[in-house]
């Protein structure tokens, strides 16, 4: 079987990452080229595809007048327009294949892309790795439910919405997919529901395949050695946060920033045990007031370092108040780490109450605070939920079980 994976970068951000683990996996054994946009790895069955045909300039503008000047102050995530079309050879050499598998594709993969590719006849599997997908520009929709009911008419996201943008997008879409052999698969039950939900891809087949990660990497180190190698007190109790940017309001930094007001003044009548909070990725901590030390490492890059990092840390806390299935759960479990979070999106699916951590039921920076304040004082506790954590990572999430997932699937479209 051939296959074609396309994503917009090859190993850079989230949605790469689960796009590479899934597309390295299934090269092991399938013919897969993984064509993508920026290519930062080097490996040969990654494919740089470059080749444009014409709207340049008019995706820019739009981009920029339409969207980047006229966001409302409802989210600060991503929103994005994608006009510019793949040259035609690049098209036929993606439709040689048996089975297409889009990934994160904006910026890449325009309507008229989407139309060639459909008009292949094709098997396409989307992938989906936020709400993008089905809505007429927002990666998450803050709770608007326009790309259900109204074709994203009424965008809350938009100041001026004179021009009906996200309108004319999604409707382009909704054509260019109209004929289209499409299966949508999900990582999480969240997003799965919300795609059933959706004008664009209600009726098709949706499957839930949750992302995988490398279990020969992510693996417990000793909490005492990996402490010490990244020169932190072994005594401390380490809280660990880590996102692309914490200043991206729906990875709710601003919540954990709150809860560690009414943490820091619970655990002095209960807990001695000096307390860190250890940040990775964008974090600007000099930007926040928080009584709690903080050190922030920056962008970690390598597995191997962030590996350790999960290991140093006694929870991990994703107070995020929209997510599909984080990467940063599933590798905090694999190396023994507990995590807390929001009951949100996908974070369900992965953080099991009392079992790989603690689920706060609602978005509570209070909640946040008590979850935190259990795996401080209750270090017995917090040693049980880390031996399962590896389990559950190590048994349901490693690459073989989402690959064998994929091929199955690719097969049941080509009979």
């Not at 980047?68 to 989210?75: M, Q």
């Not at 040689?96 to 060639?116: G, Q, R």
């Not at 619970?266 to 050190?295: H, K």
């Not at 917090?382 to 073989?400: H, T």
């Amino acid at each position: 079987m051939k296959i074609s994976v396309v994503n917009k970068w090859d190993i850079g951000g989230g949605a790469a990452r689960a796009a590479w683990r899934l597309a390295s996996k299934l090269k092991q054994s399938h013919d897969l080229i993984y064509y993508v946009n920026v290519k930062e790895s080097n490996f040969d069955y990654v494919h740089l595809v470059d080749q444009f045909i014409g709207k340049e300039e008019e995706e820019g503008l739009c981009q920029w007048k339409k969207i980047d000047e006229n966001r409302t102050d409802v989210s600060s995530t991503y929103f994005s327009c994608s006009l510019v079309t793949l040259d035609d050879e690049v098209i036929a050499e993606i439709c040689a294949s048996d089975v297409i598998n889009l990934h994160w594709i904006e910026k890449f993969i325009s309507p008229d892309t989407l139309t060639k590719l459909a008009n292949s006849g094709k098997p396409i599997v989307w992938t989906l790795h936020d709400e993008r997908p089905f809505t007429g520009g927002c990666h998450y929709t803050n709770g608007c439910y326009e790309f259900s009911t109204n074709t994203c008419r009424n965008c809350i996201q938009l100041k001026d919405n004179s021009h009906r943008l996200a309108h004319k997008v999604l409707k382009d879409k909704i054509t260019a997919l109209k004929n289209a052999d499409l299966t949508i698969v999900t990582p999480s039950k969240w997003l799965g529901e919300q795609a059933k939900k959706s004008e664009l891809f209600g009726k098709h087949r949706v499957e839930v395949i949750p992302n995988s990660l490398e279990i020969d990497i992510y693996k417990p180190t000793d909490k005492t050695l990996a402490k010490k190698q990244l020169g932190i007190d072994p005594s401390e109790f380490v809280i660990l946060f880590g996102a692309q940017s914490a200043k991206e309001k729906r990875k709710g930094f601003d919540e954990l920033v709150k809860a560690t007001e009414y943490f820091d003044k619970m655990r002095q009548e209960l807990s001695a045990r000096p307390v860190r909070i250890l940040t990775f990725g964008e974090a600007a901590v000099e930007d926040w007031e928080i009584s709690t030390p903080i050190q922030s490492l920056g962008t970690i890059s390598e597995d191997e370092k962030l590996a350790l990092v999960y290991s140093a840390a006694d929870v991990f806390v994703i107070p995020s108040k929209e997510d599909n299935l984080p990467n940063t759960i599933l590798e905090s479990m694999a190396c023994g780490t507990p995590v807390i979070g929001f009951n949100i999106g996908g974070v369900g699916d992965l953080v099991r109450n009392n079992e790989t951590g603690f689920l706060v039921p609602i978005i509570s920076s209070v909640g946040l605070a008590h979850a935190m304040l259990n795996s401080l004082v209750d270090e017995s506790h917090l040693n049980k939920l880390s031996a399962y954590c590896v389990d559950f990572a190590r048994i349901g999430y490693n690459q073989n079980v989402q690959s064998r997932n994929y091929i199955k699937l690719f097969h049941e479209l080509l009979a």
